[in-house]
Nanobody, 125 residues
Framework: QVQLVESGGGLVQAGGSLKLSCAAS????????MAWFRQAPGMEREFLSG????????YYANSVKGRFTISRDTAKNTVYLQMNSLKPEDTAVYYC??????????????????WGQGTQVTVSS
């Protein structure tokens, strides 16, 4: 497992942008997949996007495709989520996660063994 810390959340107006960061505080492995999830009150944890730590394969949920972009910087042990055209329905706690067993196209939170503490994103109308 790796230790993850999210940052970059905050309050923005609808249509605005935020860039989230997820720093791996200990060590990462080339075989890991990094991903972003979010969870709003009363809702299940929702998969947003994933990226292989090595290589550049990416996957996006339909809800964010075309608006959010995932990327990573191996030298900084950090994964990012650039969020554009934010909507009030994007309001949630955003989490980064790491997996060694994730299969492309899966949205299962149980596939991820390492989680950050989350960062709040609030989008006002």
């Amino acid at each position: 497992q790796v230790q993850l810390v999210e940052s970059g959340g905050g309050l923005v107006q609808a249509g605005g942008s935020l860039k989230l960061s997820c720093a791996a505080s200990t060590r990462t492995f080339s075989s890991y997949t990094m991903a972003w999830f979010r969870q709003a009150p009363g809702m299940e944890r929702e998969f947003l996007s994933g990226i292989k730590w090595s290589g550049s394969d990416t996957y996006y949920a339909n809800s964010v495709k075309g608006r959010f972009t995932i990327s990573r910087d191996t030298a900084k042990n950090t994964v990012y989520l650039q969020m554009n055209s934010l909507k009030p329905e994007d309001t949630a706690v955003y989490y980064c996660a790491a997996s060694t067993v994730w299969r492309y196209g899966s949205t299962r939170a149980t596939d991820f063994s390492s989680w950050g503490q989350g960062t709040q994103v609030t989008v006002s109308s």
